[in-house]
């Protein structure tokens, strides 16, 4: 019963939450209660590509709490991601980067329970190094080839809302299916610029450069993660959503460049 489910759950994040509490830079220890639901086996984890890098190590922190864990990740565009669930794709946890992609599940009700903003993020130009095209806003990006992911992607949408901030009108020369893609096209020299997160310009920055602009205040995204309804390993969702709102997390998350809400 969902009940059943919701309150196992419930008892999974407040274990670990107390047993992670008095973890501060090492990797935790798992100290659940005696009673507390077992965490084994394989948590499936479906997330926004830009939570590539810092849920990847989460990935192992958590792997190292709870020895006979493993964290298997489908990371994409959130819309993708949203659909391929709703299409009966089998997962324990959805992290995606904008509320409207997660309400494609919550509203096909696939989740566990409501979604928690864990995270936020903000848009940056990304540019080939020494930025060639002296690029300074986004009023300039008219005049060079650009990249912007899809619009019914979370990228996508703010790159939309910061462009009409600014009144730019822009046609890209590419739209990518999730950021990582838009990205690309400039490290390649496919494309002079593209508007991406900031979490991701400083993944690269051996490769490219970020330029700020005033008009990415009006297009942060707040980025929402809930278990599913249907996840086949309901404990190891719990523990891993418990484990995304510790302090341990949130250190690696904002030394990557993410906002806490």
Request: net charge neutral.
């Amino acid at each position: 019963m969902r009940s059943a489910r919701s309150l196992l759950a419930a008892t999974a994040v407040l274990a670990l939450a107390a047993g992670l509490s008095a973890c501060s830079g090492s990797t935790p220890r798992s100290n659940a209660a005696p009673n507390a639901p077992k965490v084994d086996g394989t948590v499936t984890v479906f997330a926004a590509a830009s939570l590539k890098e810092s849920f990847t190590a989460l990935g192992k922190r958590f792997e190292a709490a709870y020895p006979g864990t493993r964290v298997t990740f489908n990371f994409g565009g959130s819309s993708a991601l949203a659909q391929s669930i709703v299409a009966g794709a089998p997962a324990d946890v959805f992290a995606a980067a904008s509320p409207a992609t997660m309400k494609t599940v919550t509203d096909a009700k696939l989740t566990g329970g409501d979604p928690t903003v864990f995270v936020r993020n903000t848009l940056e130009i990304a540019v080939a190094k020494g930025n060639p095209k002296h690029i300074t806003g986004l009023k300039d990006l008219g005049g060079v080839k650009t990249a912007l992911c899809a619009k019914e992607v979370p990228c996508g949408a703010a790159a939309a809302a910061a462009l009409k901030a600014a009144g730019v009108e822009l046609t890209p020369a590419t739209y990518e299916q999730d950021v990582k893609g838009a990205l690309t096209k400039v490290e390649l020299g496919e494309v002079d610029a593209s508007l991406v997160y900031r979490t991701d310009v400083k993944v690269d920055a051996a490769k490219i450069d970020g330029v700020d602009f005033p008009e990415a205040a009006q297009a942060v995204n707040d980025y929402p993660i809930a278990a599913l309804a249907k996840a086949p390993n309901a404990n190891g969702a719990a523990a891993f959503l418990g484990y995304v709102g510790s302090a341990d997390a949130r250190r690696v998350l904002t030394e990557a460049g993410f906002q806490t809400p």
